[in-house]
């Protein structure tokens, strides 16, 4: 179909605002449904995966396509949870315009909000569907209200005949709006054409109001997607690294031109396996198709190419610019990467994700998941680039990490009937460092003799707090005269490594420390390199224990993005965590917190903070420090680690 007969558009809003049930209503109403779907009944066709049905909340985007009077419409159906705001990004990231839901009862809502400030960050146009009139108690003079004051003052009813919109639009154009001024008075074609310029602009945000449960201002809403939203060749260009530039240049989307199509996404379907979702910006593909991936500098070959109407797929021969297909059995590629004509090298910018919020241990329930539990993990990791893997050298645990409770809790119940694995969840253990306060020295002579060769290491050791900056420790030879011959000195520091590494007081790593070797004594004959490590390591520990030591805390330094009204509550919780504020900022309609908090104190901080502000603030935090931490709390780590030894 010619490029300027399509729209993809994205279908975004707080959760229960009622988007999958519109998608449902507009799939019924152009004809693309035999039997409009249910979502409490688990019938409709974009939640179709068995956890959504299940939970009956969307999960993952949700891909519909149909042909409307003559436009393919391209429906992206998000989930509303921040939870799952990936999915969300990733939609914003290939559509062209945007419907946003809003419950007609409840008013805007922080989802509302989030997704409203995305689509204005990335200049998207879009379309307001006020939902859910139809409920007893909805006075929508106030929704109407909430909406030009939270949102934007530009949002206004579509009614070609009030003076309303007329002004606005002739506010949109310098010619129009004297011409309205002289003669108080436009005609329809005029405030048709300018009102369309102003939506493709994102200037005006038309506002329809409706019912997906009745099916009102339903066409309304499909006929305005084809009037008044952009097609892709009239959509923001992409920002694309052409090959011998360094700076990136708008890339315009054309069905001329050498190909080029951004893999957004990776999903696993249970009969075709893993398929990638591509967006083509320019030129076409057909099946059997050689191209190159730009990001793994590698051939790729396009096989197949499906279209996707919610979990059903429809073969095609050929795919042309702004069509968004799934694509099996791909070797190379994986989600954010560019694929184009091989003497045409093109690179999109990728997609950035949020840093995850909130991190969990995990472990195996049986010795027969162990293996199968790294693998299925990858896998999820691969589909959602929101959830992240890794293992803790240190404490040898490994971690999940994702952007709330509820997304964790998701990716596990997924990996658990896809893959059949079943895990422990637990809360990761903290990184804490062990070093000392004062000066102590301890000499240790080992000495063992069993028949034939003996063993002998004798060593003097003093240690000392130092601030050694990046590394550990440091190690100084004071050896004069032979004491200790120079090649037993490398043992030596072996052994002190090997403390330093498993610690003292509770098995976490020494920091910050000066060790001298101050003297000692070797045999000619029963020296030996593992003599001089077991006498350092010892000589070592036995001054540790003399020099105060103490633990230290790793401190998170933390941003915390919430509306001016929560700021008091903020702080006031902030300090509960044995935290300090360093400082605040204004960000928009927002204020940003900075703080320095224990990270101990923060692994329930997502769902806290979500508590606090009603879902309005969100928080990314990074490393900064170390810091002594409080000597009863320290007491409590030391005496768990030792019941975990005995326990061991």
């Given amino acids: 179909?010619?490029?300027?007969?399509?729209?993809?558009?994205?279908?975004?809003?707080?959760?229960?605002?009622?988007?999958?049930?519109?998608?449902?209503?507009?799939?019924?109403?152009?004809?693309?449904?035999?039997?409009?779907?249910d979502v409490m009944q688990g019938t409709s066709i974009s939640d179709y995966n068995e956890d959504e049905k299940s939970r009956k909340i969307s999960i993952n985007n949700s891909?519909?396509?149909?042909?409307?009077?003559?436009?393919?419409?391209?429906?992206?159906?998000?989930?509303g949870y921040a939870d799952f705001i990936g999915e969300s990004i990733s939609a914003l990231h290939v559509c062209d315009a945007?419907?946003?839901?809003?419950?007609?009862?409840?008013g805007v809502e922080v989802g509302t909000e989030d997704a409203w400030q995305r689509l204005t960050e990335n200049n998207i146009p879009r379309l307001i569907f006020i939902n859910k009139v139809e409920k007893e108690g909805v006075n929508l003079e106030e929704t109407l209200s909430s909406i030009k004051e939270t949102l934007s003052p530009n949002a206004v009813v579509v009614d070609l005949e009030s003076s309303e919109l007329i002004e606005a639009v002739a506010e949109s154009d310098d010619e129009l709006l004297e011409k309205y001024l002289e003669t108080g008075e436009l005609t329809k074609e005029e405030v048709n054409k300018a009102l369309r310029i102003s939506i493709l602009n994102a200037k005006l945000f038309p506002i329809i109001t409706g019912s997906a449960l009745t099916d009102q201002g339903v066409k309304e809403l499909?006929?305005?997607?084809?009037?008044?939203?952009?097609?892709?060749?009239?959509?923001?260009?992409?920002?694309?690294?052409?090959?011998?530039?360094?700076?990136?240049?708008?890339?315009?989307?054309?069905e001329d031109g050498p190909f080029v199509g951004f893999v957004f996404k990776s999903m696993f379907d249970p009969h075709l396996g893993h398929l990638f979702l591509m967006r083509i910006i320019r030129g076409q593909i057909n099946t059997n198709f050689d191209c190159f991936n730009v990001d793994k500098n590698s051939k790729e070959h396009i096989g197949a190419i499906n279209v996707l109407n919610g979990k059903e797929q429809s073969p095609v021969q050929q795919a042309t610019c702004g069509d968004i297909v799934a694509l099996p059995k791909l070797k190379v590629t994986a989600a954010s990467q560019t694929l184009c004509d091989a003497k045409h090298k093109v690179r999109l910018t990728p997609i950035v994700f949020p840093e995850p919020a909130i991190s969990a241990s995990i472990k195996p329930k049986t010795r027969a998941d162990e293996e199968k539990i790294a693998t299925s993990l990858h896998r999820l990791c691969e589909e959602d680039l929101t959830f992240q893997l890794h293992r803790n050298a240190e404490t040898k645990e490994m971690l999940i990490s994702g952007v709330g409770d509820l997304h964790l809790k998701v990716m596990l119940a997924r990996m658990s009937s896809r893959y059949k694995v079943e895990v422990e969840l637990g809360k990761p253990k903290v990184s804490y460092r062990e070093t000392i306060t004062k000066k102590a020295r301890h000499r240790y002579k080992y000495k063992k003799q069993s028949g034939g060769r003996g063993q002998y290491g004798d060593v003097d050791l003093e240690i000392e707090p130092f601030d050694t900056g990046a590394a550990q420790y440091e190690f100084v030879n004071k050896i004069f005269g032979g004491a200790i011959p120079r090649n037993y000195i490398p043992s030596i520091e072996k052994g002190v490594q090997a403390t330093i590494k498993e610690g003292v007081l509770a098995g976490y790593p020494i920091y910050n420390m000066q060790i001298t070797v101050m003297d000692g004594s070797y045999h000619d004959v029963d020296s030996s390199d593992m003599a001089f490590q077991i006498a350092s390591s010892t000589a070592l520990k036995e001054a540790f224990r003399q020099a105060a030591p103490i633990l230290l805390e790793p401190i998170m330094e933390i941003s915390i993005v919430v509306p001016g009204d929560y700021i008091g509550q903020i702080s006031g919780d902030v300090s509960s965590r044995r935290g300090r504020i360093i400082g605040t900022e204004s960000r928009g309609k927002k204020d940003v917190v900075k703080a320095q908090v224990p990270l101990a104190?923060?692994?329930?901080?997502?769902?806290?903070?979500?508590?606090?502000?009603?879902?309005?603030?969100?928080?990314?935090?990074?490393?900064?420090?170390?810091?002594?931490?409080?000597?009863?709390?320290?007491?409590?780590?030391?005496a768990q680690s030792q019941e975990e030894k005995v326990a061991a």
């Fill in 222 to 254: 499909l006929e305005e997607i084809i009037a008044y939203l952009p097609s892709p060749d009239q959509r923001v260009p992409f920002k694309a690294f052409v090959e011998g530039n360094e700076e990136a240049e708008d890339l315009a989307l054309s």
């Fill in 1 to 37: 179909m010619n490029v300027k007969s399509k729209r993809n558009v994205a279908i975004l809003g707080h959760a229960h605002s009622g988007k999958t049930s519109l998608v449902e209503s507009l799939l019924s109403a152009a004809g693309a449904s035999s039997r409009k779907g």
């Fill in 98 to 106: 945007a419907v946003v839901v809003i419950d007609a009862f409840n």
């Fill in 601 to 638: 104190e923060l692994f329930s901080y997502a769902t806290d903070l979500r508590s606090m502000t009603q879902g309005r603030g969100s928080y990314t935090m990074k490393f900064d420090h170390y810091e002594h931490m409080p000597q009863k709390l320290a007491e409590q780590v030391i």
């Fill in 63 to 79: 891909y519909l396509n149909f042909v409307y009077k003559g436009t393919q419409i391209q429906l992206i159906d998000t989930p």
